[in-house]
């Protein structure tokens, strides 16, 4: 996530291996610097998208109408709503989005090389994606209404700074709540087909700004936990993101062993395989399958990112 007032990093975005960038207009930006930050928008996207990464911008709500004005540009794959708790401050977002489709003759990006061209049937799969960000109590207690206000929406987080402010964390800075409001996102985003983001984060991590190799155990039990990918605001721990949400090589051999196992079993009428001693029914055989399928998307993005880069360096 970049504040759009940080122009050179912008310029940059496109080098730093992110599957996402974020161009934020709310909570990194000055209420002092949002005509500066708006003005950065529409180059931003163009610079972000070299590499290959989808692009969102985080609009501020209380300046949603300026912010989608100065974002909505070809190259834009979606918004990301923070702190939102109603279903009306969705809709007004899916309402100001499709009026600057049409006044700016824009539709889903697709990935570099693809091109859309706004004459198409405009479909919910070929209009910019809501993301939204639950970040106090009374957005956590909405959240199965607010996913479901818009087909926009396709993806939700949660925001651990703002929920500990909201919820008062204990003397010692955690906020013990966190583990269950956590797995109640990854439930509800799942039951709902959107997906959900976030790692696990610790306390003493600082969250998006933690370590490299704070991020990178983040990632991996947030992976375990049910995330499907994190924020982060600092380069260096995109590399540690992208490592923590792929199975690594003895995951995908391991999955592999699960999966050939079963059929094999299921080949000769039996209703579980075996590995190294331990069953396999058809729900192992299943996630291992998930594990698999898992692996190869993220390789394939990466291969993609990779020609993305190759293709500006040529």
Not at 48 to 66: I, K, M, P, Q, T
Not at 177 to 185: A, D, G, I, S, W
């Amino acid at each position: 996530m970049i504040p759009a007032t940080h122009a050179e990093e912008l310029a940059r975005s496109w080098t730093f291996g992110a599957d996402v960038v974020v161009i934020d207009l709310e909570d990194l930006v000055h209420d002092s610097r949002k005509h500066e930050a708006r003005a950065n928008v529409r180059e931003g996207i163009e610079q972000a998208r070299r590499g290959g990464a989808e692009v969102f911008v985080r609009s501020d709500l209380e300046l949603l109408y300026a912010d989608l004005e100065a974002s909505v540009w070809r190259g834009l794959q979606g918004v990301i709503l923070p702190k939102v708790s109603s279903v009306e401050q969705v809709r007004e977002a899916e309402e100001t989005l499709a009026y600057f489709e049409a006044e700016h003759g824009v539709m889903q990006a697709g990935l570099v090389g693809e091109v859309n061209e706004y004459d198409e049937p405009r479909t919910v799969e070929n209009s910019l994606e809501l993301h939204l960000a639950l970040e106090d109590a009374k957005g956590n207690y909405a959240a199965e209404g607010l996913i479901a206000a818009s087909p926009r929406v396709r993806s939700v987080s949660l925001g651990r700074a703002d929920l500990v402010m909201d919820l008062r964390p204990e003397p010692s800075g955690e906020l013990h709540l966190l583990p269950f409001l956590m797995q109640r996102l990854i439930l509800l985003a799942n039951a709902a087909g959107v997906s959900p983001i976030g790692a696990w984060w610790q306390g003493t991590s600082r969250g998006l700004r933690a370590s490299p190799e704070d991020t990178l155990r983040a990632a991996r039990l947030g992976r375990m936990a049910g995330f499907r990918g994190a924020p982060c605001v600092l380069p260096e721990q995109v590399a540690a993101l992208n490592e923590g949400f792929s199975p690594s090589s003895d995951e995908v051999h391991q999955a592999d062993r699960c999966v050939q196992a079963f059929e094999r079993a299921a080949a000769a009428g039996q209703d579980c395989g075996e590995v190294d001693g331990v069953l396999v029914d058809g729900a192992a055989a299943a996630g291992a399958r998930a594990t698999l399928e898992w692996a190869e998307a993220c390789r394939a993005r990466d291969a993609f990112k990779a020609a993305a880069v190759e293709r500006v360096g040529a």
